[in-house]
């Protein structure tokens, strides 16, 4: 029992020597009305692609003639009948109808154009998401996505990590930030995570020994850029006995193995997109951040010293840096200073001043962060509180170093960059389907 | 590069014959240490099982001895030697050590036993998560926790479906509810989002067709039962061109397929919880409700009129009576009343009084809702009204259904739920890592 017009194919699905003369239905949206007078072209599109509903006036039964010229565009129809190889048309097939049911009439005006002929504000297309989506382009790129973390969680599954889920609201800042939105959680404040990262440590305590989470994050930062969201999905990993350069290696292996099913599972996905994507030669180059502040302060405008932060410039001149001299466009920054560094981040045994962090680049943005973490309970303690945090408010945290905790290391992507970076998306705003920021709490 | 003592096997990994005479490492936690004099017997305990670790008195360096019968519980350590066939010890191996290294000391007294043998309150285990995952049982579950989401992404994808992520900060209750946590999202009122619907439903008119999400809900309801959390895993799933009967269909083969897979990935956790799993028998019986309430007034003290809501006796009343017919766990009732069901659930055309709604039920528990959904805007905003509800504020959902929304049909289904049932665990609190409901809120 279904429907009463059953879709039996995509338009994409249809093939003339499979089916013969078997009907078929296709199902989707009126795109395109051609009325030539003696011959009427329906083009009707689906998720998958487009058909062609050819209706030549002699030859059709008058009512379906009429009703198909006056089809409003955009309107839902389910259209059945014979499919016939016709060159001209998409997927090599053209479709003599038996019927047209117009399942759910569209209203017009539209509030946006869909073929792609007209290029809308970013604003305007996620204000009418729901037209947006419509375009093959901005399909695309969520389809892209779903594999992106799709092959993520594969490869992860593979290498014997256990997806687990920590819980987005909690009583204490991850990282002590002001960057946080409170809620009222019954009588009493609480806060959106930030960030699983003390969560998956305590996983670490508790002998799950490679986990990953996938899932939002929330930080109240006001900045306005394209690269930028309060609202997150973000990949982590944490892992047992593993240090900093392990984990890279899983980081680094993982990114390619996205490209490469992206490339494998997504060719018409990216076809839309008229990209080219290659997968990025792994080991990527490491640069110690003392060679990293060299670069810039050699090769930029600006200057760097040791202990500051790398801005915006900063890193384009690293990236073009390391583009140049590799050709690939990921690389890592490693041995940041331990005071920049969050105070979960372990230092090195033979020189404190460093810690076992990196970052993740792409050529034209971080994607990255990760460590080897302080697994020892009072070198912990003693990190929260020399960066002027009360350890107090950690004690959940702390607790499960004190009992068997393994040295571990970890890091997390964030999910929108990576598929930003991947299909060169201008603003990460186009990742989501529906993004939070500052101004943009809708739809 | 690695820690000094890399891993080379998980204690489970240890494969007498193949390994021969090279060195293996083991990492992990000091479980038990059986010091009888002349012989002491160490067993390191890992994710995956228990290694036994031998040192005879005579045959072994004085140092290492005396260290070993020190060794603090639950300490971590990392054991190299080599591997002889015992019997008698987990895995039929045992490990003659040549360097024991503790990596991060235990302190004592423990704060929770894990050996297995002390049965600890759920709340003085969830206040040592960290501990209780040290338990076999515990990280059974959330192993078959992360195989049960593989087993539904997996099955949904093969069939189509896209993943994607709807926001969880929200400006509008999606179902007008007041069980809603309000955030402050920077000088704006805003939610933390109840479920995907609305936005699920806008996607069908986007064109992505077949759509799910895996993602957190929340819910600011003040039950405190067994059965109920504030934060849980929502499994939702939406679909064009498809009606209510269509989604079940889909519904009960996942179920089927997820328990398929633990059974068949998930066998080891499935003995440590010493369960014996069977794959659930498709199609699911469907009770009507009239029929359902007829069931419950004929064979228990309560009495439901037709229109009134399904209790928890009633849920028990009807879970029996198709166990007994059947001998299954899971069923459907459909057909409810449209007027106890959300706003976006389908009438009948010929009944309006009834929608094309369900619930996939277990014997024990309500499991999943679900319907065929109002997808002409007119009709849908009349119920959105009709519940009392201000239009208004769906306007960025109802603009969706004016340009061309096929008729679509979906359902949600709670994670925690099916773990709980299908483990038959008593407390929902243990299928989640860090449980949040009315008292709790860490760690």
């Given at each position: 029992m279904s429907l009463e017009t059953p879709r039996t194919h995509y338009t994409s699905q249809v093939d003339i020597e499979q089916i013969g003369d078997d009907k078929v239905t296709v199902c989707g949206w009126v795109h395109e009305v051609r009325d030539l007078g003696g011959i009427c072209f329906v083009v009707v599109r689906d998720r998958e692609g487009r058909a062609q509903i050819t209706l030549v006036k002699k030859k059709i039964d008058k009512e379906i003639f009429d009703a198909a010229r006056k089809l409003v565009r955009e309107s839902i129809v389910a259209v059945t009948g014979t499919a016939k190889a016709e060159g001209k048309a998409p997927n090599g097939y053209e479709i003599i109808p038996e019927s047209i049911v117009v399942l759910n009439e569209a209203e017009s005006?539209?509030?946006?154009?869909?073929?792609?002929k007209v290029d809308a504000e970013l604003d305007t297309r996620l204000d009418s998401r729901f037209m947006d989506l419509r375009r093959e382009r901005t399909t695309a790129i969520f389809k892209i996505r779903h594999e992106v973390l799709r092959a993520v969680r594969d490869f992860l599954t593979k290498d014997g990590f256990i997806e687990t889920c920590s819980p987005?609201?909690?009583?204490?800042?991850t990282e002590g930030g002001t960057s946080l939105f409170p809620i009222t959680y019954f009588d009493r404040e609480a806060f959106l995570n930030q960030s699983p990262q003390l969560f998956k440590q305590i996983l670490m305590s508790g002998g799950l020994d490679k986990v990953f989470e996938i899932g939002p994050i929330f930080r109240a930062e006001e900045h306005d850029t394209?690269?930028?969201?309060?609202e997150a999905t973000s990949i982590d990993i944490e892992a047992s006995f593993l240090d900093h350069f392990d984990v890279m290696e899983i980081l680094e292996n993982m990114v390619a193995y996205v490209y490469e099913q992206v490339i494998e599972n997504e060719a018409a996905s990216l076809k839309a997109l008229d990209i080219e994507l290659s997968v990025p030669k792994t080991p990527f180059m490491k640069v110690p951040y003392g060679q990293a502040i060299d670069i810039v302060n050699a090769e930029s405008e600006e200057t760097v010293e040791w202990g500051g932060d790398l801005g915006t410039v900063a890193e384009h001149t690293i990236g073009e840096h390391v583009f140049k001299e590799t050709g690939e466009s990921h690389y890592f920054i490693t041995d940041w200073p331990t005071e920049i560094k969050p105070f979960y981040a372990m230092p090195y045994e033979?020189?404190?001043?460093?810690?076992?962090s990196f970052d993740m680049m792409h050529r034209t943005m971080e994607l990255s962060s990760g460590a080897q973490r302080i697994h020892l309970h009072d070198m912990l303690k003693a990190r929260i509180e020399s960066q002027g945090l009360n350890s107090d408010g950690f004690d959940f945290y702390l607790r499960?170093?004190?009992y068997g905790m393994p040295p571990h290391s970890g890091w997390g992507i964030g999910c929108e960059r990576l598929v930003m970076t991947m299909l060169g998306?201008?603003?990460?705003?186009?990742?989501?389907?529906f993004p939070r920021d500052r101004k943009r709490l809708s739809p």
């Amino acid at each position: 029992m279904s429907l009463e017009t059953p879709r039996t194919h995509y338009t994409s699905q249809v093939d003339i020597e499979q089916i013969g003369d078997d009907k078929v239905t296709v199902c989707g949206w009126v795109h395109e009305v051609r009325d030539l007078g003696g011959i009427c072209f329906v083009v009707v599109r689906d998720r998958e692609g487009r058909a062609q509903i050819t209706l030549v006036k002699k030859k059709i039964d008058k009512e379906i003639f009429d009703a198909a010229r006056k089809l409003v565009r955009e309107s839902i129809v389910a259209v059945t009948g014979t499919a016939k190889a016709e060159g001209k048309a998409p997927n090599g097939y053209e479709i003599i109808p038996e019927s047209i049911v117009v399942l759910n009439e569209a209203e017009s005006p539209l509030p946006m154009d869909t073929t792609g002929k007209v290029d809308a504000e970013l604003d305007t297309r996620l204000d009418s998401r729901f037209m947006d989506l419509r375009r093959e382009r901005t399909t695309a790129i969520f389809k892209i996505r779903h594999e992106v973390l799709r092959a993520v969680r594969d490869f992860l599954t593979k290498d014997g990590f256990i997806e687990t889920c920590s819980p987005k609201v909690v009583a204490t800042a991850t990282e002590g930030g002001t960057s946080l939105f409170p809620i009222t959680y019954f009588d009493r404040e609480a806060f959106l995570n930030q960030s699983p990262q003390l969560f998956k440590q305590i996983l670490m305590s508790g002998g799950l020994d490679k986990v990953f989470e996938i899932g939002p994050i929330f930080r109240a930062e006001e900045h306005d850029t394209r690269r930028h969201l309060n609202e997150a999905t973000s990949i982590d990993i944490e892992a047992s006995f593993l240090d900093h350069f392990d984990v890279m290696e899983i980081l680094e292996n993982m990114v390619a193995y996205v490209y490469e099913q992206v490339i494998e599972n997504e060719a018409a996905s990216l076809k839309a997109l008229d990209i080219e994507l290659s997968v990025p030669k792994t080991p990527f180059m490491k640069v110690p951040y003392g060679q990293a502040i060299d670069i810039v302060n050699a090769e930029s405008e600006e200057t760097v010293e040791w202990g500051g932060d790398l801005g915006t410039v900063a890193e384009h001149t690293i990236g073009e840096h390391v583009f140049k001299e590799t050709g690939e466009s990921h690389y890592f920054i490693t041995d940041w200073p331990t005071e920049i560094k969050p105070f979960y981040a372990m230092p090195y045994e033979d020189n404190p001043l460093i810690s076992k962090s990196f970052d993740m680049m792409h050529r034209t943005m971080e994607l990255s962060s990760g460590a080897q973490r302080i697994h020892l309970h009072d070198m912990l303690k003693a990190r929260i509180e020399s960066q002027g945090l009360n350890s107090d408010g950690f004690d959940f945290y702390l607790r499960a170093f004190k009992y068997g905790m393994p040295p571990h290391s970890g890091w997390g992507i964030g999910c929108e960059r990576l598929v930003m970076t991947m299909l060169g998306v201008e603003n990460i705003r186009d990742t989501v389907l529906f993004p939070r920021d500052r101004k943009r709490l809708s739809p």
